[in-house]
């Protein structure tokens, strides 16, 4: 798994071609775990090389450690109550026995706009 100040085997910035769009997650960002654990699914699925896979799902266990150590447990399991299958991926990765049922229960609802049917 890389940092800041020691890259990975697949590190994006020496990759990366010029000019080539980036997005990064830092681990303070709750959200960033469950997306590199959608990520790892997805590229899985796909038939990506199995040792990047795995670095991805290292990655998305560090980048959840640094966000619980910040206080944000909680907003993790908000943000990974869009998918069953990464809460579940999560709950694993960190040995937290979620339940998850109730964690995908959770419903985030777009605002209302006036006059827009709900």
């Keep these: ?16 071609h010029p000019d080539e769009p980036m997005f990064v997650l830092l681990g303070r960002d709750p959200s960033a775990c ?16 199995p040792a990047k896979v795995q670095e ?15 206080g944000k447990q909680e907003k993790i399991v908000q943000a990974s109550a869009t998918d069953q299958a990464v809460a579940c991926d999560l709950s694993d990765i960190l040995d937290i026995d979620w ?14 706009t006036p006059g827009m049917a709900t």
């Excluded at 798994?1 to 990366?16: E, L």
């Excluded at 339940?99 to 209302?112: E, G, L, Y």
């Design 99 to 112: 339940d998850i049922p109730q964690v995908v229960s959770v419903i985030v609802k777009p605002p209302s």
């Design 34 to 49: 469950v997306l590199v654990t959608l990520w790892a699914d997805i590229r899985e699925a796909m038939g990506e090389d």
């Design 1 to 16: 798994m890389g940092t800041k100040n020691n890259p990975g085997a697949w590190d994006c910035y020496a990759a990366a």
């Design 56 to 70: 991805a799902r290292q990655c998305a266990s560090a980048l959840a450690r640094w966000a619980i150590a910040q």
